[in-house]
């Protein structure tokens, strides 16, 4: 990805009318008073106006331009995550003099960064002080709904660079990894670099964790693990979900079947949920080797990562390791299977963009209901149900055909 010439960039703003003033010539940064607007009806006094205005209202070139311009937004929440920003103003509104002296930050960049995050509404102004909003909050380390390690896995180099190459991918129907030489390619090298990245692997496996802790009571609740003695979570990273089956089934053993660098994440989540006398990490690659013996086998987001020839190796792996009555649970969110079921629209904007995202990153895509269906029959298995979650996902239960 080639470097932006920040000295060809001048001040311009997209609103006619816009001011990017600020203190200049003394050297020394002067704290700044963000503006409070009029609040619109029905919004708190102090929250941000500047995305209240109906699209649709918009000219065409308007909102194409504010398209183009959102690159900056995801780049300005990597920065706050990055940073810890939220850490910092977890326990109360500071100045932003204060947040840069924490941070160890340049204090004019920090405050101008601050500046943007008020625009997003992560943050909130009050005078001179800055607070976190409820939003903002989601990017604490410690919070319950954290997404600090999503957004520094999105707007980290690694996922960043790939989207920069989404032109070529559509050009050569190949991931980023392989679009310029599919001959060098291993078909796994987002995963590949994990092992050669301790802190890169850590982010990664923290930002699953996030997003599975969420929705994983509700894929608890919708399967019955009734007679089931041991389950084991195959690319379950760190074990979010296995953590939550075993707090959910006292009587349960589990393991984590993954890559060695999900182990110490995975071992210290077993103590810190209180079920590690329970639950296990057995390191292995589900495309060579058979994950351990099993009552139930899990898939939570792993057959969407993969195109129909790898995720038939991982299935046939789990086939493999399948005896007796032993069960498959395939979680994932199907896509609509055409444009009149749709309706959703957090659902096709999230699996829209999701599939996307799997073509860039690891080969991968979203499927329907019907080609997760086609995929598990072709790799030997009976779908015998399909549950719904109260999220996105569902659960394709299947034994061997």
Same mark, same amino acid.
């Given at each position: 990805m080639q470097k932006t010439n920040m000295a060809a960039i001048r001040c311009s703003n997209p609103v006619e009318g816009g001011s990017c003033s600020r203190a200049r010539g003394t050297g020394k940064v002067k704290s700044l008073q963000y503006p409070r607007r009029r609040a619109p009806q029905g919004r708190p006094e102090g929250a941000n106006t500047m995305s209240s205005g109906s699209p649709t209202n918009l000219p065409p070139a308007f909102r194409l331009n504010q398209m183009i311009m959102s690159l900056w937004v995801p780049q300005v929440v990597?920065? $706050?995550?990055?940073?810890?920003?939220?850490?910092?103003? @977890?326990?109360? +509104?500071?100045?932003?003099?204060?947040?840069?002296?924490?941070? !160890? #930050?340049? +204090?004019?960049?920090?405050?101008?960064?601050?500046?943007?995050?008020? #625009?997003?509404?992560?943050?909130?102004?009050? !005078?001179?002080?800055?607070?976190?909003? /409820?939003?903002?909050?989601?990017? %604490?380390?410690?919070? +319950? #709904? @954290?997404?600090?390690? =999503?957004?520094?896995?999105?707007?980290?180099?690694?996922? =960043?660079?790939?989207?920069?190459?989404?032109?070529?991918?559509?050009?050569?129907?190949?991931?980023? =990894?392989?679009?310029?030489?599919?001959?060098?390619?291993?078909?796994?090298?987002?995963?590949? /670099?994990? $092992?050669?990245?301790?802190? @890169?692997?850590?982010?990664?496996?923290?930002?699953?964790?996030?997003? #599975?802790?969420?929705?994983? +009571? !509700?894929?608890?609740?919708?399967?019955?693990?009734?007679?089931?003695?041991?389950?084991?979570?195959? !690319?379950?990273?760190?074990?979010?979900?296995?953590?939550?089956?075993?707090? $959910?089934?006292?009587?349960? %053993?589990?393991?984590?079947?993954?890559? /060695?660098?999900?182990?110490?994440? $995975?071992?210290?989540?077993?103590?810190?949920?209180?079920?590690? @006398?329970r639950a296990s990490f057995v390191a292995g690659s589900c495309f060579d080797t058979a994950p351990p013996a099993a009552d139930v086998y899990v898939l939570k987001s792993v057959i969407h990562d993969w195109d129909d020839a790898r995720s038939l190796q991982i299935l046939g792996k789990c086939r493999q390791a399948m005896a007796g009555a032993a069960r498959l649970l395939v979680v994932e969110a199907p896509a609509p299977a055409s444009p009149a079921q749709r309706g959703n629209t957090a659902l096709d904007w999230v699996l829209t963009f999701s599939d996307i995202n799997m073509l860039v990153n690891t080969g991968g895509r979203e499927r329907t209901e019907a080609e997760y269906r086609a995929l598990l029959e072709a790799a030997g298995f009976g779908v015998t149900s399909v549950r719904e979650t109260p999220s996105f996902f569902r659960v394709f239960e299947a034994a061997r055909a």
């Open positions: 990597h920065a $706050a995550a990055e940073l810890g920003v939220a850490d910092v103003l @977890a326990d109360g +509104p500071l100045p932003s003099s204060a947040v840069a002296a924490r941070l !160890g #930050t340049h +204090p004019d960049a920090t405050d101008r960064l601050l500046r943007a995050l008020v #625009t997003l509404e992560l943050l909130a102004a009050r !005078g001179e002080q800055l607070e976190l909003t /409820e939003m903002g909050r989601c990017l %604490e380390t410690s919070s +319950p #709904t @954290a997404r600090r390690a =999503w957004s520094r896995l999105m707007g980290g180099p690694g996922v =960043w660079q790939a989207w920069g190459r989404l032109a070529d991918c559509v050009r050569t129907g190949r991931m980023a =990894w392989s679009a310029g030489d599919a001959a060098a390619s291993s078909g796994t090298e987002h995963f590949d /670099e994990m $092992a050669r990245d301790p802190a @890169a692997a850590a982010i990664f496996h923290q930002a699953m964790v996030e997003l #599975t802790r969420g929705v994983a +009571p !509700g894929i608890v609740g919708a399967v019955d693990l009734r007679g089931a003695r041991r389950v084991v979570d195959v !690319g379950g990273g760190y074990g979010a979900l296995l953590c939550a089956i075993l707090e $959910a089934h006292a009587g349960v %053993e589990g393991v984590v079947f993954d890559l /060695e660098h999900a182990r110490g994440g $995975a071992l210290q989540l077993f103590a810190s949920r209180g079920v590690a @006398a």
